[in-house]
């Protein structure tokens, strides 16, 4: 039985240190990396704590390129943010507009790839593709096909449990599209519109 004790208590001891060795890892692959990274992070977001958003943009790109991509899902999450602040800023610049709207979608995609899935999510990619189609409509009007083939990715992967809002979203631009068709199409795709509709009941 003491054999077994220590046997157990030697394992829990490994799992820990490989526990907390890849946990660091995210942050960096050298020590340095990883304290660079830690500090980045906490500027940002200390700036971000404050509402000091202009100061907190500035520390977000600093964090971005300083970071793994698997470092913090926040990154993302605050990035979408801190990009559509700056949007908010930038009335009459249309080539800082169209560069900030870019960014939000590479931000986007930038969580998708790392944060597929999560401890708490396994299907977070999927939710997070659902918050991109919808930004998308608003920001890329012009993508209709583009937006309306991200928002069916959503909801085929989530299906009863998507978000109301993606549901929404997307037969809005259902809707949108159908109304921009005549004829044979316009009658081809309300016969699509109405099968999405009944397996979305």
Not at 156 to 169: F, H, P, Q, V
Request: a negative charge.
């Amino acid at each position: 039985i003491i054999m077994n004790i220590k046997v157990l208590s030697l394992l829990a001891f490994i799992f820990i240190s490989v526990f907390s060795t890849a946990q660091e890892e995210k942050y960096g692959a050298t020590e340095e990396e990883q304290i660079l990274c830690k500090e980045s992070l906490s500027v940002y977001r200390g700036f971000v704590d404050q509402k000091a958003y202009d100061d907190a943009y500035f520390a977000w790109q600093k964090a971005c390129k300083t970071c793994p991509g698997g470092a913090s899902q926040n990154l993302y999450i605050h990035g979408v943010k801190l990009l559509k602040d700056q949007l908010k800023k930038a009335k009459g610049d249309k080539e800082r507009q169209k560069m900030l709207i870019d960014s939000i979608m590479i931000t986007y995609d930038q969580r998708i790839e790392n944060f597929p899935s999560t401890e708490n999510d396994p299907n977070n990619g999927c939710e997070i593709k659902g918050y991109k189609a919808s930004d998308m409509m608003n920001l890329q009007p012009n993508k209709i096909d583009e937006t309306l083939q991200l928002f069916e990715e959503s909801i085929d992967c989530l299906k009863e449990y998507s978000n109301a809002s993606t549901i929404s979203g997307y037969y809005r631009l259902m809707y949108k599209k159908l109304a921009s068709l005549e004829g044979e199409d316009q009658k081809g795709f309300k016969s699509q519109m109405l099968r999405k509709y009944l397996e979305l009941e």
